[in-house]
Protein backbone atom coordinates (compact mmCIF):
# COMPACT_ATOMS: atom_id res chain seq x y z
CA UNK A 1 0.00 0.00 0.00
CA UNK A 2 1.04 3.66 -0.86
CA UNK A 3 0.13 6.37 2.08
CA UNK A 4 -0.11 9.95 0.38
CA UNK A 5 -0.65 13.15 2.04
CA UNK A 6 -0.61 16.72 0.80
CA UNK A 7 0.16 19.92 2.47
CA UNK A 8 0.44 23.95 1.06
CA UNK A 9 -3.61 24.70 0.55
CA UNK A 10 -4.89 27.53 1.84
CA UNK A 11 -6.39 31.09 0.89
CA UNK A 12 -5.10 33.08 -1.28
CA UNK A 13 -5.97 36.41 -3.35
CA UNK A 14 -6.53 36.21 -7.24
CA UNK A 15 -3.22 36.82 -8.81
CA UNK A 16 -1.48 34.81 -5.99
CA UNK A 17 1.23 31.89 -5.71
CA UNK A 18 1.00 28.51 -3.71
CA UNK A 19 3.20 25.42 -3.85
CA UNK A 20 1.34 22.08 -3.40
CA UNK A 21 3.10 19.17 -1.74
CA UNK A 22 2.48 15.71 -1.63
CA UNK A 23 4.82 12.76 0.15
CA UNK A 24 4.34 9.02 -0.41
CA UNK A 25 5.26 6.43 2.19
CA UNK A 26 4.86 2.92 2.35
CA UNK A 27 5.60 0.32 -0.36
CA UNK A 28 6.76 3.24 -2.87
CA UNK A 29 9.34 1.31 -4.68
CA UNK A 30 6.43 0.51 -7.66
CA UNK A 31 5.14 3.90 -7.91
CA UNK A 32 4.80 5.30 -12.29
CA UNK A 33 2.48 8.17 -12.18
CA UNK A 34 1.99 11.00 -9.89
CA UNK A 35 -0.34 14.25 -10.39
CA UNK A 36 -2.91 15.96 -9.00
CA UNK A 37 -7.07 15.68 -9.58
CA UNK A 38 -9.03 18.75 -8.63
CA UNK A 39 -12.66 19.09 -8.03
CA UNK A 40 -14.80 22.36 -7.22
CA UNK A 41 -18.57 22.16 -5.18
CA UNK A 42 -20.71 20.96 -8.12
CA UNK A 43 -18.15 19.92 -10.84
CA UNK A 44 -16.90 16.81 -12.37
CA UNK A 45 -13.54 16.01 -10.98
CA UNK A 46 -10.80 17.41 -13.14
CA UNK A 47 -7.31 15.87 -13.80
CA UNK A 48 -4.72 19.03 -13.18
CA UNK A 49 -1.44 17.80 -13.90
CA UNK A 50 0.39 14.40 -13.66
CA UNK A 51 3.98 13.23 -14.58
CA UNK A 52 3.64 9.26 -16.14
CA UNK A 53 7.41 8.71 -15.65
CA UNK A 54 10.36 10.01 -16.46
CA UNK A 55 10.23 13.84 -17.01
CA UNK A 56 7.09 13.81 -19.23
CA UNK A 57 4.42 16.32 -17.94
CA UNK A 58 0.77 16.72 -18.85
CA UNK A 59 -1.50 19.74 -17.77
CA UNK A 60 -5.00 20.44 -18.35
CA UNK A 61 -5.42 23.33 -20.80
CA UNK A 62 -7.20 25.65 -17.67
CA UNK A 63 -3.84 25.64 -16.18
CA UNK A 64 -1.27 24.97 -18.72
CA UNK A 65 1.45 27.84 -18.81
CA UNK A 66 0.31 28.69 -15.24
CA UNK A 67 1.05 25.51 -13.25
CA UNK A 68 4.18 23.70 -13.10
CA UNK A 69 4.18 19.92 -11.63
CA UNK A 70 7.56 18.50 -10.57
CA UNK A 71 8.68 15.28 -8.51
CA UNK A 72 11.53 14.83 -6.38
CA UNK A 73 12.15 10.86 -5.88
CA UNK A 74 14.99 11.17 -3.28
CA UNK A 75 12.00 12.36 -1.38
CA UNK A 76 8.78 10.58 -2.87
CA UNK A 77 7.35 14.23 -3.62
CA UNK A 78 5.38 15.46 -6.21
CA UNK A 79 4.91 19.36 -6.36
CA UNK A 80 1.96 21.30 -8.13
CA UNK A 81 3.41 25.13 -8.43
CA UNK A 82 0.93 27.18 -8.97
CA UNK A 83 0.77 30.85 -10.21
CA UNK A 84 -1.69 33.72 -11.36
CA UNK A 85 -4.38 31.69 -9.46
CA UNK A 86 -7.57 32.44 -10.54
CA UNK A 87 -11.16 32.10 -8.49
CA UNK A 88 -11.88 29.33 -10.75
CA UNK A 89 -9.10 27.21 -9.17
CA UNK A 90 -10.83 26.81 -6.48
CA UNK A 91 -11.22 23.41 -5.19
CA UNK A 92 -9.88 20.33 -3.44
CA UNK A 93 -6.30 19.77 -4.66
CA UNK A 94 -6.31 15.78 -4.40
CA UNK A 95 -2.41 13.87 -4.97
CA UNK A 96 -2.57 10.48 -6.72
CA UNK A 97 -0.07 7.80 -7.30
CA UNK A 98 -0.27 5.08 -10.07
CA UNK A 99 1.55 1.75 -9.57
CA UNK A 100 3.18 -0.12 -12.38
CA UNK A 101 2.65 -3.77 -10.71
CA UNK A 102 -1.93 -2.99 -11.15
CA UNK A 103 -4.20 -0.59 -12.56
CA UNK A 104 -5.58 1.18 -9.04
CA UNK A 105 -5.19 4.60 -7.82
CA UNK A 106 -3.61 5.48 -4.70
CA UNK A 107 -5.16 8.75 -3.39
CA UNK A 108 -4.04 11.43 -0.64
CA UNK A 109 -6.63 12.95 1.27
CA UNK A 110 -6.86 16.50 0.19
CA UNK A 111 -6.43 19.88 0.57
CA UNK A 112 -8.22 22.48 0.34
CA UNK A 113 -7.30 25.57 -2.21
CA UNK A 114 -9.17 29.03 -1.81
CA UNK A 115 -8.63 31.61 -4.52
CA UNK A 116 -10.94 34.95 -3.04
CA UNK A 117 -10.60 38.18 -2.70
Known amino acids: QVQLVESGGGLVQPGGSLRLSCAASGSIFSISAMGWYRQAPGKERELVAVMPGGSSTNYANSVKGRFTISRDNAKNTVYLQMNSLKTEDTAVYYC???????????WGPGTQVTVSS
Open 96 to 106: FATKWTHDRYY
